[in-house]
């Protein structure tokens, strides 16, 4: 078996969290203490997570999205593939090597997305971002933390407490659309959507989208009345 090559390292601002990024032959892996969070091979959630919120707004002119994490790109490219050529996609990245390394290494997987000229990207937290917008988006879209449950740091259970999700409901326009990734289930957070006065779905989807095998995630699908 070909062995995975350790290609980089980097530690989040604050609470100094080691994210380690590695590559075996064609396949690309970022890990999180020996856990895997991302995998080139299984992005059909990903995918999913930008189909759900641009298909409700892609006929919109000039339609302003954000994404807070850019992954390994593919939100990001689904995203430009809904969108018009007039569209403005902000993309929030808190740590600068992962946007790094979507240049030097992974931009051939998804079709180069940061190199397209509606994408602006923002090296900063994405909370900030939102918190100061109002009324500024037809869609946001969060992959931060691995969902509500905040994982890898706990300064991003901010982006799903009350306080967060008002702010993003703040942050639509009307009928805007919030999409939420998340690696499980979690009715509270469904109800806690609701409450901030968004109307609410959770959707179950395959990690690696067409391909009928492998780990289901969920997205949370909330529009701004």
Not at 32 to 54: I, K, Q
Not at 86 to 109: C, S
Not at 133 to 159: C, E, H, Q
Request: overall charge positive; aromatic content about 8%.
């Amino acid at each position: 078996m070909i062995p995975w090559k350790l290609l980089g390292k980097a530690r989040t601002p604050g609470e100094g969290v080691e994210l380690c990024f590695y590559q075996r032959d064609d396949e690309f892996s970022i890990k999180v203490d020996n856990d895997e969070v991302m995998n080139s091979r299984a992005y059909g959630s990903e995918e999913a997570l930008a189909w759900h919120a641009c298909q409700k707004i892609a006929s919109r002119p000039r339609a302003s999205v954000l994404i807070g994490g850019l992954g390994m790109g593919f939100t990001l490219r689904a995203a430009l593939n809904e969108l018009s050529g007039d569209a403005q996609v902000a993309v929030a990245e808190l740590m600068p090597d992962v946007v790094r390394w979507n240049r030097d290494y992974l931009g051939h997987l998804a079709g180069s997305p940061l190199d397209d000229h509606r994408v602006t990207i923002h090296e900063s937290d994405c909370t900030q971002i939102i918190r100061s917008a109002k009324g500024s988006y037809d869609a946001i879209m969060l992959d931060v933390d691995n969902g509500p449950k905040a994982l890898m740091l706990k300064s991003n259970g901010r982006l799903y407490s009350p306080c967060g999700l008002a702010s993003a409901f703040a942050a639509l326009r009307p009928k805007g659309v919030l999409t939420i990734w998340s690696s499980g289930p979690d009715g509270a957070f469904l109800r806690r959507l609701r409450q901030a006065g968004f109307d609410a779905s959770e959707v179950r989807e395959r990690g690696r989208g067409k391909i009928k095998k492998g780990a289901h995630h969920f997205i949370w699908v909330a529009t701004r009345p």
